[in-house]
Nanobody
Framework: VQLQASGGGVVQAGGSLRLSCVAS????????MAWFRQAPGKEREFVAA????????HYADSAKGRFSISRDNAENTVYLQMNSLKAEDTAVYYC?????????????????WGQGTQVTVSS
């Protein structure tokens, strides 16, 4: 499956952004779609995931209460709504997908990755 991420930008602290990840190439009805992020000098880390078959979600502690992951089945798209953004949310955000996962929050579980979209939060 091919993934195209978009929606990043520059926003002030406390603001909001919505990222989009469009999947193509095959149906994703049995996939887990996820967002990871990588800040400069840091390892890529899990943010949130969504299981397309039943809508189950999982969030990193840093995202709980501020971020929301959702889908648009008709458009084969997963969104990450980010509210109350903080300077520490600044990173390149990547979408990822796979259908066979033992853990949703492990980077190595995902075989398909998008190109990344930059999110910069100014304080």
């Amino acid at each position: 499956v091919q993934l195209q991420a978009s929606g990043g930008g520059v926003v002030q602290a406390g603001g909001s952004l919505r990222l989009s990840c469009v999947a193509s190439g095959r149906t994703i009805s049995r996939y887990v779609m996820a967002w990871f992020r990588q800040a400069p000098g840091k390892e890529r880390e899990f943010v949130a995931a969504f299981r397309m078959s039943d809508g189950a979600t999982h969030y990193a502690d840093s995202a709980k209460g501020r971020f929301s992951i959702s889908r648009d089945n008709a458009e084969n798209t997963v969104y990450l709504q980010m509210n109350s953004l903080k300077a520490e949310d600044t990173a390149v955000y990547y979408c990822a997908a796979d259908s066979l996962l033992s853990r949703w929050d492990r980077l190595v579980e995902y075989g398909s990755w998008g190109q990344g979209t930059q999110v910069t939060v100014s304080s």
